[in-house]
């Protein structure tokens, strides 16, 4: 791909988070942590086309105002691509001991376009896929020790997931991994002490079961700090660089809106009275006031960032910061008078969209990826720097998805959809159960941990529904957490079958194994 496919762009917002200086945007709207990574191979590239001209090396304000070159486009791309393979090596050297499996994974996983063409687009997205692929790692090490798990192991997924969140912020939402996991797996035991056949074994379910929430509430602990430790983290960069600290889920929730040009006139009024008859602030009731104004042209294709401008010139005028943190309250505010409570409407227009996220395959995914870089060409006033890159020069639209077109690696799985997936995955956590216990194997929680990726991979989903029109990049996490599923239970299915360690030893870590107490030994300890 590096030598054949010209680097990918997702659109404004890919030129905002590596072009725009320390503020607003890069830090609030985007997560702060793509922003400014990305800034070190783009100068490294920079330096290289210095050298070679044997021109004087940029100065430091670089980083604040970069340049956009070919080289350090190239640099940034091959560090993606090297940190998702890495990433990837690490993920399914955790899954399995058995070398034959590793290949088959690694294979399989060689042959899905998806994760490598968003390592190939410059965009906050590929960050946060290659952080969830440790974070999942991480976390099946972590539910993989039988009794205490060692603090590193909490140290390294707490900043795992710290630097997660501060790349994109919906990445809070995997916090409830490990939770949700040793809470299922804590019910599964306390449901096996009814089914126990002695005293004996029920003392054992219930130890192994508070054992198992002991550890839950430890997780929920380490979630809630590296959130708080990720808003504090914010509000210290919005302090250094002088910007008022403010929620951006109020105008991020204005695209959310645009469904409502599609609605007969009737019942948009009648959801826009609701709304505005759960708020009693005047200033929220006039931005509703200007939303029914403004889709009384019928317009289809409504622009949530012209009413925006418009909304904020309109309410507070003339613009300052003071201003326009006032702005972003007001449309926080009328966010939740949507949200609080929401309407059926606004409800069916959620499913919807969830609906549609579930019929997608990977080749629509990929294929919005060349959609978002040709965006430039009908846009190039508002970025400038993209006109003397590869991917844009001497080209227009139609060549950049004709690259699409034209290589059959993007268009496999061809007709696999999301919903046909999660169907396999059942199928596979299925097959991993019963043969762990046709083999009389302790595997409840690898198959919780695996369950609560694939659930908050679709509540993650979900969230954007409910926050954001869909667009097909927003079921990344969904897809990816799901095939990271897949490639655990796999690889736990093929160590109960060919493994002749795998009843006897957990593997706490790739590489290492300890022994489990059997449950005489369990209950002389208590």
């Known amino acids: 791909m590096l030598s054949v496919i010209p680097p990918l762009w997702r659109d404004i917002d890919a030129y905002a988070q590596v072009t725009l200086p320390p503020g607003p945007g890069t830090i609030l709207q985007y997560g702060p942590l793509y922003c400014f990574l990305a800034r070190i191979p783009l100068y490294i590239g920079y330096v290289i086309d210095c050298l070679a001209r044997g021109a004087p090396l940029p100065a430091p304000a670089f980083f604040i105002h970069p340049t956009l070159t070919d080289s350090g486009v190239f640099a940034l791309l091959l560090s993606q691509h090297i940190s998702l393979c890495f990433g990837t090596f690490y993920l399914i050297a955790v899954t ?3 070398f034959w499996v590793r290949l088959i994974l690694a294979v399989a996983w060689a042959l899905n376009p998806l994760f490598y063409t968003f390592a190939h687009c410059v965009g ?12 999942g790692a991480t976390g099946l090490r972590i539910v993989r020790y039988s009794h205490q798990v060692p603090g590193r192991e909490w140290v390294l997924f707490g900043v795992l997931l710290w630097l997660c969140i501060l790349t994109r912020h919906i990445n809070a939402i995997l916090a409830g991994v490990l939770p949700l996991s040793f809470f299922c797996l804590s019910t599964y035991r306390l449901i096996n002490v009814g089914f126990a056949r002695s005293q004996l074994l029920r003392r054992w379910q219930r130890l192994r079961a508070r054992q198992a929430l002991q550890k839950a509430a430890l997780a929920v602990a ?6 708080v430790l990720a808003n504090v983290s914010l509000r210290g960069l919005c302090y250094a660089v002088n910007t008022s600290y403010r929620s951006t889920a109020g105008p991020a929730f204005l695209g959310r809106l645009k469904f409502l040009a599609r609605l007969p006139v009737e019942e948009r009024n009648q959801l826009l009275d609701k709304a505005s008859e759960n708020t009693n602030a005047p200033d929220v009731k006039k931005l509703i006031s200007l939303l029914r104004d403004s889709f009384r042209d019928e317009n289809p294709n409504w622009d949530a960032i012209a009413f925006k401008n418009n909304a904020q010139a309109f309410l507070f005028s003339p613009q300052t910061s003071i201003s326009e ?5 007001v449309l926080n505010r009328t966010a939740r008078a949507f949200l609080y409570p929401p309407d059926k409407m606004f409800v069916s227009a959620i499913a919807t969209d969830l609906g549609a996220s579930q019929r997608i395959t990977i080749p629509g995914v990929v294929s919005f990826l060349f959609v978002s870089t040709r965006f430039y060409f009908s846009h190039a006033a508002k970025m400038p720097q993209y006109a003397s890159l590869v991917t844009f020069r001497d080209s227009n639209a139609a060549q950049v998805f004709a690259i699409f077109k034209n290589h059959s690696y993007f268009h496999h799985p061809k007709d696999l959809s999301y919903r046909a997936l999660l169907f396999l995955w059942l199928i596979n956590l299925a097959l991993f159960a019963g043969i762990a216990r046709m083999r009389q194997q302790q595997v409840a929680g690898i198959a919780s941990y695996a369950a609560a990726l694939t659930m908050v991979g679709l509540f993650m989903m979900l969230v954007n529904c409910v926050l954001a029109v869909f667009q097909p990049r927003y079921t990344l996490p969904m897809w990816e957490l799901t095939i990271v599923s897949m490639s655990i239970l796999f690889g736990g299915m093929m160590d109960s079958l060919f493994s002749p360690l795998a009843a006897s030893f957990v593997a706490p870590s790739c590489g290492q194994a300890k022994r489990v107490d059997s449950p005489k030994n369990q209950t002389e300890k208590l």
């Open 325 to 329: 943190k006032q702005f972003y309250d």
């Open 124 to 135: 906050t997205e590929t960050l946060s896929m290659i952080l969830v692929l440790l974070i």
């Open 222 to 227: 380490v979630g809630i700090g590296c959130i």
């Open 96 to 98: 399995t001991r058995l």
